[in-house]
């Protein structure tokens, strides 16, 4: 095939437009461009951004992709974790990650589906006695106590809101320039610390956590040269366990949204009927914004459909506009779960939490995890509470990353139905 140029957008650093544009930024390049993929400047960096279902395909080809050195230190030092799974390759990324999938049983699931159940409908008493209900953060206490529990972490009731607001924060903070970013580096590292010290306790049999927890398999896991962890590195994955459990508040957030704002869709949940229940999560998923994309380096030279691709170049795949893309999605703009009805699965068309295989690649860890308590939250929101939506601004922005509605919902008068 004969090799192409790529298109390539115009400055010596487009990092000011990745900004300003957000979630949109890719997409609406490779709209003007009329192409999957193109290259630019970004982060002062030459970087090819690509988007669409063959350009996720080929994203998660680990033969031509790696992550060691793909994510900017800021990134790491907030959001991801030095060390984590997440910038492994290879055999110790298989190794790595066959870890986190062993705590992703059925029986696993199901355990933390029940711990989540206990604690929401806890806090809807509490919620009940209160004037008003900030669902955002009231869902990050609630997500953080059952994390915990199904971790294996013990915690106090009095800390509860500073570390899951910390824990929050470190999700909310690597996008921004500046001090919001320091604040999120500030937070992991008093996080980090924590989980250590409950490491070295596990280590000195000082504490022991249920079998199977994140906090026991983390602490006595051992690496493929027979060695534990560091102490550091464990705490990083048990993190990687607990903060984005806390983060599914905001998919909460945007759940209580679409239940809000789409009474038509609303009204198909309210048998419980499992699969109308799945299909509005899929749609929450593919509809609002969340992970806006995923770097990777090439690791060695390749041509793709007449295009080249140099080693050791930033490839930058666009997780939200693939979502949006007009070639997959028909009406990709319009929130309809009845498009996952009968929707025909694909690891690369629908991206919300990466693509392609959870052990063999990095697709994400905690997505059938995420689902499940998605679905038991939708159905207290649509089916199993009653509250108000009083007025307030629940617009929401795609230049934000990662993005909320600006009330962050607000609810009166909440309580359980009689059932
Ligand atoms: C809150 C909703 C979530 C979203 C939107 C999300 C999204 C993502 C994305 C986009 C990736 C990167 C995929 C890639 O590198 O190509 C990822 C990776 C990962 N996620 Fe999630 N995630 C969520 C929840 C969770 C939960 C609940 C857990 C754990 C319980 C989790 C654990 C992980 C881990 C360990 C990885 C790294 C996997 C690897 O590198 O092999 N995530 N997630």
Redo the contacts with the bound molecule.
């Keep these: 095939m004969d090799v192409k140029s790529m298109p390539h957008e115009k400055g010596l650093d487009n990092t000011v437009h990745a900004l300003k544009e957000g979630y949109r930024y890719i997409l609406n390049r490779r709209k003007s461009f009329q192409s999957d993929v193109f290259e630019t400047h970004l982060l002062g960096q030459k970087a090819i951004c690509m988007g669409g279902e063959a350009a996720a395909e080929l994203?998660?080809d680990t033969t031509k992709f790696k992550?060691a050195g793909a994510a900017p230190k800021r990134v790491q030092k907030t959001l991801l974790g030095e060390k984590?799974?997440?910038?492994?390759d290879g055999k110790a990324?298989l190794h790595?990650?066959e870890m986190?999938m062993s705590?992703?049983s059925p029986q696993r699931l199901d355990q933390m589906n029940d711990m989540l159940k206990k604690h929401w409908e806890a806090a809807v008493e509490k919620w009940a006695e209160q004037e008003e209900t900030v669902l955002y953060h009231e869902a990050q206490k609630v997500l953080f106590r059952a994390?915990c529990e199904w971790a294996g972490v013990p915690f106090e009731e009095k800390e509860v809101a500073e570390l899951a607001a910390d824990l929050g924060k470190m999700i909310e903070t690597p996008t921004e320039i500046g001090p919001a970013h320091w604040m999120g580096r500030h937070d992991r590292n008093q996080t980090e610390k924590w989980i250590e010290n409950l490491i070295e306790q596990v280590r000195d049999k000082e504490l022991s956590p249920p079998e199977g927890t994140a906090l026991a398999v983390f602490s006595w896991h051992r690496d493929l040269e027979g060695n534990l962890l560091d102490t550091h590195t464990a705490a990083v994955?048990v993190l990687?366990?607990?903060r984005?459990?806390v983060?599914?508040a905001?998919?909460i957030n945007f759940t209580a949204l679409a239940v809000h704002e789409y009474p038509a869709a609303k009204e198909k949940l309210t048998d419980g009927d499992p699969k109308q229940l799945q299909a509005f999560v899929q749609e929450v998923?593919r509809f609002y914004p969340?992970?806006p994309f995923?770097g990777?380096i090439v690791k060695k030279d390749f041509t793709w459909q007449g295009y080249e691709f140099e080693e050791g170049t930033l490839t930058i795949?666009d997780?939200y506009g693939t979502n949006h893309d007009p070639a997959i999605w028909s009406n990709p703009d319009v929130f309809d779960p009845t498009r996952f009805i009968g929707w025909k699965e694909s690891p690369f068309s629908f991206?919300?939490?990466?693509?392609?295989d959870?052990l063999g690649?990095?697709?994400?860890?905690?997505?059938w995890?995420?689902i499940k308590?998605m679905n038991t939250c939708l159905d207290y929101l649509a089916n199993r509470m009653e509250y108000e939506v009083p007025p307030q601004d629940l617009s929401y922005s795609l230049n934000e990353m990662p993005s909320v509605p600006h009330s962050e919902m607000i609810l009166k008068n909440v309580r359980m139905k009689n059932e």
């Design positions: 994203f998660y992550r984590g799974v997440q910038t492994l990324h790595r990650k986190f705590l992703m994390a994955e990687n366990i607990i984005p459990i983060a599914i905001i998919y998923r969340f992970f995923q990777a795949l997780i991206i919300p939490q990466g693509g392609g959870f690649g990095h697709r994400c860890a905690g997505e995890l995420t308590v």
